[in-house]
């Protein structure tokens, strides 16, 4: 096992080598099939379009999702290079001993690797807890999925472009998610051996989505074909609705849609619930052979998607949810966020209003999660582009009241023997504080601590939230600053440096930043996602836009082909006046073949979001008022 880089980065392989060995051999126990190379090199390139590739025994990568100082990187990044390495050395057995017959079967190989890749870190560092961060990851799935312009997992493949379009999170996380959810409802010892029956009959072949299906079933002895036909051949996810009725609850689904009038598709879905206070029984139902199941709970709250790991929303009616309330902090992580990031889709489906979402955010002060945290900062930055200016300082003045105490309690300095997520949620507080809060006292401490944060001496998450929120009000000489490390930094401190220069808020300083991304000074492959963030910002986003907008025939053409399409990520928030119809004529009139339906899908988002904004913007300082 080698890594192979640049001279003079030597020092920046152990970490990859680590987690390197450790998936070489975690995955020889679990396919229980012998690694199938003689020999593997994890190649880090300077110039790389793809994030990694799994070429067999010769796995290329980014630098900055290879060479790391596990010092100096936050927990995030660590997270996200050993994601990375996991995925590519499971793609060794599924993808490469073991691949799909054509291009409509990516998803065998890319979702596998991805269930794989958290199943392997989860054993790596238990500590960190990533199950319930693979939560946010679902999320992102199925934001897209509950699109009327959402595709299936698979579906024909005739040419190129179809096999671009591909390359995307209903693929990824989706396909892992469903994947994972199935594991979890047939047992983790009957999946794996399904698995291994399914790798040891097509070793050295190719194989399709059913021959997965059919070892799984062979092994398990459940209609696992006639389960997850539905989840891969159909766009979509179902609501489970739970009502409360005599001695119990009852469930029923339908397609889960932002928009109105949605398909009407069902599922057999794979539902696990539990009692929370003891007095209720545990279980599974399988619901979508029968219009609706009972599940017998007493007068008990209940969890449905118990664990967290099913693809779908949950929507309980006025009585069970008033039974979880009192219990809702002590529920696991994984749960709490589910409930948290369910009630914000429904807010941003239209199916309530913004109130229920504010309300649960006043448990937030005593949370310690930062994936929790994670899916009520994604209802607060959404709220945050379509606030009026006379709403703005409220909606700063509610992140202050739950933020400010969280920090307070953890302090800025970690303490000896904290978990990874404790640090984590510490600089996602100050990033939260200091840029959607606004909040002065912050700002001015990441003034001061930011000379330390950029030579690395502060606690990597302190480091990576302090250079974010100093840039805000941040003036010339720190941003010739961050873009002279930029130049010499490590690939992953150079990134961070390049996503800061994005949110300097000062005209002269964000047309600098403009110049500078347009310019062949940043890697082709690295100034999209600076525009990603930059078009996201609530400040300098229609600036972004103006620009990209202004640039796109020659600054297109010159970045690679597979990030055109992910690049106007950022865009789907832009819902100031008269700018989503704009965004909207201006790449309907331009296709991007390449980017498959994620062009639909994204200027779909942004009617979601323009449609929240007609809702909500007008009532947010009332509501604000009372939250």
């Known amino acids: 096992l080698r890594v192979v880089y640049r001279p003079g980065m030597g020092h ?33 390139l300077p110039d790389f379009a793809a994030g990694a590739m799994e070429n067999l025994g010769a796995v290329t990568f980014r630098e900055m999702l290879l060479l790391v100082d596990p010092a100096k990187a936050s927990h995030i990044e660590l997270e996200r290079i050993a994601d990375v390495v996991a995925h590519e050395i499971a793609h060794m057995w599924f993808g490469d001993l073991v691949t799909m017959s054509w291009w409509n079967g990516l998803w065998l190989n890319e979702a596998f690797a991805t269930y794989a890749e958290i199943a392997c870190v989860a054993a790596f560092r238990p500590e960190w807890d990533r199950w319930t961060s693979f939560g946010v990851y679902r999320s992102a799935a199925m934001s897209v999925d509950a699109l009327h312009s959402t595709r299936p997992i698979e579906f024909p493949v005739i040419s190129p472009s179809d096999a671009d379009g591909m390359f995307d999170v209903l693929t990824y996380e989706k396909g892992a998610s469903i994947l994972r959810m199935l594991e979890q409802y047939l047992g983790e010892e009957k999946f794996r051996d399904g698995v291994r029956h399914y790798l040891t009959k097509h070793a050295y072949g190719n194989s399709e989505t059913t021959d997965l299906f059919e070892s799984l079933e062979e092994v398990s002895g459940e209609p696992v074909a006639e389960m997850m036909n539905g989840w891969v051949f159909t766009g979509g996810f179902p609501l489970i609705s739970a009502s409360a009725e005599p001695g119990g609850i009852s469930l ?10 949605g398909p009407k598709t069902t599922w057999l879905v794979p539902v696990l619930w539990r009692g929370v206070d003891g007095a209720g029984t545990n279980g599974r139902s399988l619901l979508g052979r029968v219009d609706a ?11 449905v998607n118990a664990g967290g790991h099913g693809f779908y929303r949950v929507r309980y009616d006025a009585e069970l949810a008033q039974r979880l309330q009192p219990v809702f902090a002590s529920l696991p992580p994984i749960e709490r966020y589910g409930i948290l990031n369910d009630t914000w889709s429904a807010v941003l489906s239209g199916a309530i209003g913004v109130e229920a979402f504010m309300s649960l955010l006043q448990s937030m002060t005593a949370e310690r999660d930062p994936n929790v945290w994670s899916a009520a900062i994604t209802g607060l930055s959404a709220l945050n582009h379509i606030a009026d200016a006379d709403a703005r300082p409220g909606l700063q003045s509610l992140v202050q009241r739950i933020a400010e105490p969280a920090l307070a309690d953890l302090g800025w300095e970690s303490k000896d023997g904290e978990s990874a997520q404790v640090a984590q949620l510490r600089g996602s507080l100050i990033s939260t504080l200091g840029v959607l809060g606004a909040h002065q006292p912050t700002r001015d401490a990441a003034a001061a601590l930011v000379g330390k944060a950029v030579d690395g001496a502060l606690a990597p998450d302190v480091a990576a939230a302090v250079i974010t929120v100093a840039a805000r009000s941040g003036d010339a000489a720190l941003w010739d600053r961050y873009n002279e490390t930029r130049k010499t930094a490590s690939p992953l401190e150079t990134i961070r440096c390049l996503q800061a220069l994005t949110g300097f808020e000062d005209p002269a300083l964000r047309q600098r930043t403009l110049d500078l991304v347009l310019s062949d000074q940043v890697r082709s492959q690295d100034s999209p996602f600076a525009f990603v963030r930059m078009c996201a910002d609530q400040v300098n986003g229609p600036h972004a836009w103006a620009a990209l907008r202004d640039h796109w025939d020659t600054y297109s053409a010159k970045i690679p082909s597979n990030i055109v399409g992910r690049m106007l990520d950022g865009l789907t928030q832009r819902t100031e006046p008269g700018l989503s119809a704009e965004i909207t004529a201006f790449f309907t009139a331009r296709p991007i073949p390449q980017a498959g339906k994620s062009i639909e899908q994204k200027l779909e988002l942004l009617s979601v979001n323009q449609r929240l904004r007609d809702r909500e913007s007008a009532r947010l300082i009332t509501v604000l008022t009372t939250a």
């Not at 390197?20 to 679990?30: E, I, N, P, V």
């Not at 199941?293 to 969890?303: L, R």
């Open 252 to 261: 029923s689904q339908e397609a889960f849609t932002y928009l109105p009038d």
């Open 293 to 303: 199941v009972s599940v017998p709970s007493g007068d008990s709250p209940v969890v």
């Open 12 to 44: 920046l392989t152990e970490f990859a080598l680590e987690i390197g060995a450790f998936s070489l051999r975690y995955f020889q126990d679990y396919y229980g099939i012998a690694y199938p190379g003689k020999k593997m090199d994890l190649i880090a």
